[in-house]
């Protein structure tokens, strides 16, 4: 999976199909990622001895193949790729050719000439 944290991204199938967000956690075990402001669910705690009952508002993990990368140059979705440039490898939009900057945790920059 090429999404890392902080992505914007558009997600493309479902029920929030259409929707834009930012990627908030990413799971690449089980190939889901988490999008702010997608898939929100509420879940109803009850009662207990200290608290009062609750709803608890969410958003849900969607499949990482449902939503796909926002083009910086276009605004469009597009797939990632990679190149590697002087030794490092970069994400690069495959749509419009633009150099993507590594986002938060798990970037994939990395020195290939170690």
Do not use: W
Request: aromatic residues 4%; glycine residues 10%.
């Amino acid at each position: 999976m090429k999404l890392c944290v902080n992505d914007p991204v558009i997600v493309i199938a479902g029920k929030d199909a259409g929707k834009e967000g930012t990627v908030m956690r990413v799971d690449r075990k089980h190939n889901r990622v988490v999008v702010e402001g997608v898939n929100k669910q509420i879940r109803h705690k009850k009662r207990t001895m200290g608290e009062p009952g609750r709803r608890e508002e969410f958003f849900a993990p969607l499949d990482a193949s449902n939503v796909m990368y926002k083009d910086p140059k276009t605004g469009k979705p597009t797939r990632l790729g990679y190149k590697i440039e002087n030794g490092a490898k970069i994400r690069i939009a495959k749509k419009s050719g633009t150099e993507v900057p590594p986002q938060g945790k798990g970037t994939f920059t990395t020195n290939l000439t170690a």
